[in-house]
C-alpha cells in the first residue's frame, strides 16, 4: 500500500481530457491490469463519449542473483 496519511485505503485522482469534447475529466478508479497492460476506461459526464485510457508500465527486472523466494503458502492444496 502507498498511504500518505490517515486513511486505510489508496487514495487515487486522476485528471484526464475528454478526446470528444475537450473537457477535463477528474477520475478515482485505478488503472486495471488486463491483457498485460494497464487500463481505464472512462465515459465523460458532459457529452457522453466513452473511451480507454492506457497507462505505460516499465517491465520490472527479474531478479539479479540467485532465484526468486518460493511461495510461503500453496493455496492449491
Given at each position: ?44 459526464p ?14 520490472r527486472?527479474?531478479?539479479?542473483f ?12
Amino acid at each position: 500500500m502507498t498511504q500518505k496519511g490517515l486513511h486505510t485505503w489508496d487514495m487515487v485522482w486522476h485528471y484526464h481530457r475528454c478526446p470528444k469534447c475537450g473537457k477535463i475529466i477528474e477520475s478515482r478508479e485505478e488503472y486495471q491490469y488486463r491483457m498485460g497492460k494497464y487500463m481505464k476506461d472512462i465515459v465523460c459526464p458532459y457529452c457522453q463519449h466513452a473511451f480507454a485510457l492506457e497507462k505505460f508500465v516499465r517491465p520490472r527486472p527479474a531478479p539479479l542473483f540467485g532465484d526468486p523466494q518460493p511461495v510461503e503458502w500453496d493455496w492449491k492444496s
